[in-house]
């Protein structure tokens, strides 16, 4: 984790933090990586024996965050909200940022930033899971674009966040972010009653940005 005051930080700052973060690794669990995608029931379950693992607690040592919200309908809203995550514009928040130049394959490093109470955060993740138009596939869903990363050592969290996108036979299209998380150093022991404020507002603040981005794109397209 690198910390700014005044401004986000460099693009090379961000690698630097990213590039540090590899040679340490991944900061939670190997048996919840790339799991975010699972259902639910039996992410409870692998959440409960990682917990048991660690230092014999139960799911109260993990945090979930779910957030899930019609955003458009039709094929074009999906490939649209699919580029949107592609890109990482879920993050395009003021106060949170990720390049869009950053990768989405499996395996590629992700720096999150982050600006609470005035100063800015850089924080370590790196792409555990990417999968496109395909892997779990509910009843009504017709397809489905989920991309998920995992927290390294250096970030103040630890755990794994998943976004996800649904077209729905219906024609609707749902986006959902989805996290489980607990502290990741001492330093997000201390600020962690504030880091599960973040969490939330990000979650929040994601599904409105995704409703934005497709309908700047729909309203776009409708004045070509």
């Known amino acids: 984790m690198k910390i700014t005051l005044a401004r986000a930080p460099t693009d090379g700052e961000c690698a630097f933090v990213v590039e540090r973060a590899r040679a340490r690794g991944f900061n939670y669990p190997g048996i919840l990586r790339g799991r975010s995608d699972e ?8 959440l409960r024996e990682a917990a048991r693992e660690r230092d ?4 109260s040592a993990w945090v979930e965050d779910r957030t899930s919200t019609v955003i458009g309908v039709g094929e074009k ?52 899971e990417l999968r496109k138009d395909g892997g779990k596939k509910t009843k009504g869903v017709k397809k489905r674009f989920a991309l998920a990363h995992g927290t390294m050592e250096g970030h103040v969290l630890r755990g794994e966040e ?8 219906d024609g609707a ?11 990741g150093n001492a330093i997000g022991i201390l600020a962690y009653p504030i880091a599960r404020v973040m ?26």
């Open 173 to 183: 299209v749902t986006y959902e972010s989805y996290a489980f998380s607990a502290p």
């Open 199 to 224: 969490q939330r507002r990000f979650h929040a603040d994601s599904a409105k940005k995704m409703r934005e981005i497709v309908g700047r794109v729909r309203d776009e397209g409708e004045r070509k």
């Open 77 to 128: 809203v999906y490939r649209d909200a699919c580029e949107a995550l592609r890109r990482w514009e879920q993050f395009d928040l003021g106060w949170t940022s990720v390049s869009e130049r950053t990768g989405t394959a499996t395996g590629d490093g992700v720096c999150v930033c982050a600006r609470v109470a005035g100063v800015w955060m850089a924080n370590p993740l790196q792409v555990v």
């Open 162 to 169: 998943r976004f996800a996108i649904e077209l729905g036979e």
């Open 56 to 59: 014999g607690g139960g799911a």
């Open 39 to 46: 259902d639910a029931r039996a992410l409870t379950a692998l």
